[in-house]
């Protein structure tokens, strides 16, 4: 068997980014991690619980909470660090921003992993912004062995410099895998709570010498910086100059590996002697960044020059090494000796055996829709199911539902309910409810509980009954919560029960009342099935009606006149499409199962 | 030899190419190289397409491959194979597992699965088609798909046959690493000598 990574002191190890981050934090002894998940940052709190048990790691509902758990562990004098997808830091912002006035006392490293590309998020949004905003340091790995480096680098800084340290990622470093040099942990005694109201309780009368005090910081740092080897000059062919950071460092390597390169590591505050020196060394400079202009825009606005940048490198998406070379060497691209061939997407998909078919099916049979949320079930939108209709961020489905409900009234909102996941509605889906109870909405909110964080891989939440770590935990009753809230109808069905689901939504979208219907069913990467059965079809029955289809699973295909079953795709515990076939075409045997 | 060797390996999720991408580093690594690979993990895994990229030598700078570079592709279902031409060398090869699965798209009317071989053979794609959806049928075992085909290129790639063993025993669980290794055998008899 392959052994545990905390039994490895020494050698190299090829490590992903996420990877590289979890053991920099287990190597340079952070004591407590919290984090939600969120790709592409998941892997770096499931590889602390699963490799490095000497790290006290958790989920926390949310990235808010999660950054506060983090503070106090702070402030208690622990080396703490706290993950996130980049939307993720919104959620976390408001602790973020004071806690940049408050400080450290253990350490902090706040990881940013920011979605170029958007291979999976909503938004694009650069959180260099953010750190610049916060007036934290912000670090920025090129590959795997930095990740590592920059950990214990940022906990150092934190605490000489007294600050939160940003340590901000991108998809292609968190999912890339590279050599990594591994070390034995460094323990570091926890130093204790101790009560400082002048730094922690930032009243105005604290907090104007707190903020004095970061601007002297940031200062400090930007000086600091120019001499410390986390920013480096690389002198090569003095004529042509790049100034770059992340992964984009990578890509002018591959391409211009004779070019003079600027490569900085602190983003912020930016190392401005080290920056003029190179500004004063070479010819022409290109800033060769992912996303918004940063380095650029504030280069240029200190140093006044001339330099090429967003006019040739893209701003919205992913580079990669040939819009590099494209961009630092027109006319060189290589050789595509074969030509781009137009296919048909393949979009992701809910999973056959998924338990929110059964609730979408129903929802778009009845002609009705929803205002959406961040999980696997936005998927609804997808044909056929055509069943969401917005998606803002984590929680939104219900405000927004509820916005639509005062702006065209309860007529004007026809049949739309809100489609919520258990761990979303957990996160930021309680609030949204309180809000319909308390102004007096009418609409239906769908809690589409599958037991499970499941678009991020299959994490635990406060539903669940496990922690991060497997263990036994106590269950959050979404039921009580709801009722808590003050709802007065609310319904519990199992989602792939079609006739029951159907009659539920019908009546609870015709009620003149608020209502919550949470549907009941384990994701199917929640558990093992315990038998190996397909569903089959009786060509001799069915008469070609594609009702089977309606359900869109991935399993079912159409040869032309028939559905067939993909045997390595049907979900035993799952008959929607027996329940669907009104011929009784398609057999399965549940044993009495469901 | 040259000092770099660029690898692309394409499906679509749920189909092992995490693990054959796995199984390619520890081997490269194993006979002396740097390695770096990329992938995108989250939307894809719901039956979207996936790719991950996989390059070793000397020193590697991007983990991303060029376009027009790929020393070889290895699909793992046909038409994917044909979503990554662009980015294949001169001299490329592509691996081909002779598999159809209908995108979501095609199912529910949106777009119509291609001919891909006709596509093949209007682009002169120098593809290589293996059985190795019959050969893991033979073995017993759907699961070694990926290993047969792992097994299948690595002729074709400058590592030697111990690395590939040796990194394949780390990877999969003991129970099953004797019918893996067979499947890797039986892979790598159709392209070699």
């Not at chain 1, 934290?136 to 939160?164: C, H, N, W, Y």
Request: hydrophobic fraction near 40%.
């Amino acid at each position: 068997m392959r052994k545990k990574l905390n039994t490895i002191n020494e050698g190299t190890i090829l490590l992903s980014g996420n990877e590289a981050v979890a053991r920099g934090a287990w190597e340079y002894g952070v004591h407590f991690a919290a984090a939600y998940p969120g790709t592409p940052s998941t892997e770096i709190l499931e590889t602390i619980a699963e490799e490095y048990d000497e790290i006290d790691a958790q989920w926390a509902p949310n990235e808010k909470v999660g950054l506060e758990v983090v503070a106090g562990a702070s402030f208690g004098g622990a080396r703490v660090l706290s993950a996130m997808k980049h939307v993720g830091l919104n959620v976390a912002a408001d602790p973020l921003f004071t806690l940049s006035y408050i400080g450290a006392t253990g350490g902090i490293v706040i990881i940013s992993a920011d979605d170029p590309g958007m291979h999976s998020s909503q938004n694009e949004q650069d959180n260099r912004l953010m750190g610049k905003a916060a007036k934290v340091v912000i670090l920025e790995p090129s590959d795997s062995q930095e990740a590592k480096d920059m950990v214990g680098e940022g906990l150092r800084i934190s605490e000489d410099f007294d600050t939160p340290v940003l340590l901000r990622l991108t998809t292609r470093i968190c999912h890339s895998k590279s050599m990594v040099n591994v070390g034995p942990r460094k323990e570091i005694p926890v130093k204790g709570y101790v009560a400082d109201i002048k730094k922690r309780v930032p009243i105005p009368a604290h907090a104007r010498a707190m903020h004095s005090r970061v601007e002297q910081r940031l200062e400090d740092i930007s000086a600091w910086g120019s001499e410390s080897s986390l920013n480096r000059i690389e002198e090569g062919d003095t004529s042509l100059g790049i100034i770059t950071s992340g992964i984009s460092y990578q890509y002018v390597k591959e391409v211009s590996p004779e070019a003079s390169v600027l490569k900085i590591g602190i983003s912020n505050p930016l190392p401005w002697n080290l920056i003029e020196k190179f500004i004063n060394m070479v010819d022409r400079i290109i800033f060769v960044e992912e996303n918004d202009p940063y380095l650029e825009e504030n280069i240029k606005a200190r140093f006044l020059i001339q330099a090429d940048g967003k006019n040739i490198i893209p701003l919205e998406g992913e580079l990669n090494p040939e819009i590099v070379r494209k961009a630092v060497h027109p006319g060189t691209t290589k050789e595509i000796t074969f030509s781009e061939i137009q296919l048909p997407a393949r979009p992701p998909a809910l999973c056959a055996g998924c338990p929110h078919r059964g609730a979408f099916y129903c929802l778009s049979k009845l002609g009705g829709s929803s205002t959406g949320d961040i999980g696997c079930y936005t998927l609804g939108l997808m044909p056929p199911h055509n069943a969401l209709e917005t998606t803002i961020c984590m929680g939104a489905s219900i405000g927004v539902l509820a916005g639509i409900e005062k702006a065209v009234g309860r007529e004007g909102m026809g049949k739309l309910v809100a489609a919520i996941g258990e761990s979303t509605f957990v996160h930021s889906g309680i609030t949204g409810l309180i809000d319909m109870v308390y102004n007096g909405n009418t609409g239906t909110v769908m809690i589409m509980d599958n037991s499970l964080t499941a678009m991020t891989g299959g994490q635990e939440n406060p539903t669940t009954g496990k922690n991060l770590r497997g263990e036994p935990a106590p269950v959050l009753d979404l039921e009580k919560v709801v009722t808590a809230c003050g709802v007065k109808n609310i319904r519990v069905v199992d989602p792939h029960d079609l006739p029951e689901m159907e009659r539920t939504l019908k009546e609870e979208m015709d009620r003149d009342e608020l209502s919550v219907i949470i549907t009941k069913r384990p994701c199917i990467m929640a558990y093992k099935p315990v038998r190996r059965i397909i569903a089959q079809v009786d060509p001799e029955e069915c008469i070609g009606c594609k009702l089977c289809m309606k359900l869109g699973c991935p399993a079912i295909s159409w040869d032309g006149e028939k559905p067939e079953i993909n045997r390595h795709l049907c979900w035993p515990d799952c008959d929607l499409c027996v329940q669907v076939c009104p011929v009784d075409a398609i057999s399965k045997d549940m044993g009495g199962l469901t | 030899m040259k000092s770099v060797t660029n690898v692309i390996i394409c499906g679509t999720g749920g189909q092992g190419i995490l693990l054959a991408s796995e199984v390619l580093c520890s081997a490269a690594r194993r006979a002396g190289n740097d390695v770096k690979k990329s992938e995108v993990h989250g939307m894809s895994q719901r039956g979207g397409s996936v790719s991950s990229h996989v390059r070793f030598g000397e020193k590697i700078n991007s983990p991303l491959v060029e376009k027009g570079c790929a020393d070889l592709i290895l699909a793992m279902e046909k038409m994917e194979s044909l979503r990554w031409s662009q980015y294949l060398a001169p001299h490329g090869k592509l691996v081909v597992c002779d598999l159809e699965i209908t995108p979501m798209t095609v199912n529910t009317g949106l777009a119509e699965y291609q001919d891909v071989n006709a596509i093949m053979k209007k682009e002169s794609l120098p593809v290589t088609l293996i059985p190795a959806v019959e050969i893991a049928e033979e073995l017993g075992n759907l699961r070694v798909v990926n290993v047969v085909l792992i097994g299948a290129v690595s002729p074709l790639l400058p590592i030697d046959e111990v690395h590939w063993k040796q990194a394949i025993t780390e990877r999969v669980p003991p129970k099953a690493l004797e019918v893996n290794l067979e499947a890797f055998r039986k892979g790598m008899e159709l392209f070699g000598n």
